[in-house]
């Protein structure tokens, strides 16, 4: 069998995590399957939910395991850092990069598992540590490379970019990202959306038929989630029963608690778990999505497969997703969404019925865990 090498900066929770352990998942019987994190992961990263330790490994700790003074250099800086987070966050400190030739090393190990493999698959995005080498260390040995691209793509350094298109091929989550990119670059590509991972559960859930009243908003809790508009026009729509439930955990938290202080019809969950989040599914008639940036997002595909009203922005793969009739787009301001919110609460039961049936009907057609694996199979079907 074909040895398979996907890589990529793989943490422990995030869109990112599911799709490489996806891929993984799609392609063992057909390969040999390595994970590399060129990142920090620890035993409770969701990859796991897809591979077992085995098929893991981590570009940091393969260094730090192997060379006794990187090692110890790196636990002075993590003692220096109050040994906060990993010990692996501290391997590139200044002693290491001057003295101990931390990037040589490094270098080392990548072309070390590229050589030993067959075809490179990268997840990651245009601008994560070590593309360039993994990219030109492959096309040296004519080792194929597919680049699954994560993140926005936005404008490029051409002159120092010319690697890329020593890429055999890009999957796109979105038309729109890939435009991005080949508007810029004349690459090859295909458009491969994401899919729910916890489908089996979401198709599980029935379909809606009543007035909308519970609203679901997941995801990191930063600015650029827009939550703040969403809290602030739920609130001049709000009627007696309905609910926001926010789902996750970040920076801007404190502050969304303060702005939606003295409302208990707003209810901050904090982190829930991958496999914990089909209650909160069962629960929402509706999700909003008010994203400046994304390339999906994830949430709005399990929203698809869970039969929900979706209000977003058009951000992402959202407008290739959605049959318009059944989209409540807004702009990212307060007066947009309220008027969307206003729309989906005046919708008839059977009128939410409908476009509760849309959405995952759309889904089981185009987004399903089986068309997905399909998909991927047939990019990678030349080289297997």
């Known amino acids: 069998m074909k040895k398979i090498l996907i890589i990529g900066p793989i943490g422990d929770f995030g869109g990112r995590e599911l799709e490489a352990g996806f891929i993984a998942d799609s392609l063992k019987n057909n390969a040999e399957i390595l994970i590399c994190s060129t990142g920090v992961i620890s035993n409770d990263s969701q990859v796991f939910n897809f591979v077992n330790r085995k098929q893991v490994v981590s570009l940091k700790a393969l260094v730090f395991d192997r060379n006794f003074l990187i090692k110890l250099f790196t636990y002075f800086s993590w003692l220096k850092n109050n040994v906060k987070g990993s010990p692996l966050l501290y391997l590139s400190n200044k002693v290491n990069k001057k003295y101990f030739n931390l990037n040589k090393l490094v270098k080392r190990e990548l072309e070390q598992m590229v050589q030993n493999s067959d075809v490179v698959i990268i997840c990651a ?6 593309v360039k080498t993994i990219i030109i260390s492959a096309n040296k040995l004519k080792i194929p490379v597919f680049f699954r691209t994560t993140g926005t793509i936005k404008s490029i350094n051409l002159s120092q970019s010319n690697y890329l298109e020593l890429v055999t091929q890009f999957i796109h989550h979105s038309k729109k990202n890939a435009f991005n990119l080949n508007s810029q670059m004349n690459l090859p590509y295909k458009v491969i959306d994401q899919c729910a991972f916890n489908e089996k559960e ?3 859930i029935p379909l809606i038929s009543k007035k909308v009243k519970k609203y679901l908003v997941l995801g990191r809790i ?3 989630k827009n939550i703040d508009i969403i809290i602030r026009a739920f609130l001049k729509v709000k009627e007696k029963g309905d609910l926001l439930y926010i789902i996750g955990a970040g920076s801007e938290l404190l502050n969304l608690k303060e702005l939606s202080r003295n409302n208990d019809f707003i209810i901050f969950t904090g982190f829930v778990n991958y496999q914990s989040l089909k209650t909160y599914f069962h629960i929402a008639d509706a999700v909003v999505i008010a994203s400046k940036e994304e390339t999906g997002p994830l949430v709005g595909i399990e929203a698809m497969a869970g039969g929900k009203i979706i209000i977003s922005t058009k951000v992402g793969a959202m407008p290739d997703r959605l049959i318009e009739t059944n989209a409540f787009w807004f702009e990212q301001d307060v007066d ?9 609460k005046n919708l008839t039961s059977l009128e939410v019925l409908q476009i509760s049936k849309t959405n995952r009907g759309r889904y089981l057609e185009n987004y399903s865990l089986s068309i997905l694996k399909s998909n991927y199979l047939d990019v990678l079907n030349n080289v297997l």
């Not at 995005?125 to 070590?130: A, D, I, P, R, V």
């Not at 947009?336 to 989906?344: I, Y």
């Open 202 to 204: 979401l198709l599980k």
């Open 336 to 344: 947009s969404l309220t008027r969307q919110l206003k729309r989906v």
């Open 222 to 224: 930063e600015k650029e």
């Open 125 to 130: 995005q245009l601008t994560s540590n070590y």
